[in-house]
């Protein structure tokens, strides 16, 4: 049964089996990490542009609703 678990990441390639689901959880929260400390240097940057006020506003309320849903996201990935 083990076998047809197994997969093949291509023709010349050993047998491998799937990562392990919480370590693709662990990898998942770094790349969100990771996206939320770019958002944040976007964050920076509109509130010290030159655009009109209410476009920045509007533009770092847009950036602060993506975050606090990853962020959302990030607290139901299980921990290390």
Do not use: C, Y
């Amino acid at each position: 049964m083990l076998q047809s678990l197994r997969i093949k990441a291509s023709p010349t390639e050993p047998d491998m089996l799937p990562p392990h689901p919480l370590h693709l959880a662990v990898n998942m929260k770094a790349e969100l990490q990771e996206l939320m400390n770019m958002l944040r240097k976007l964050q920076g940057a509109i509130d010290f542009g030159n655009a009109p006020m209410a476009e920045r506003e509007a533009l770092a309320g847009d950036v602060t609703d993506i975050m606090d849903t990853l962020f959302e996201v990030m607290k139901k990935l299980p921990d290390e």
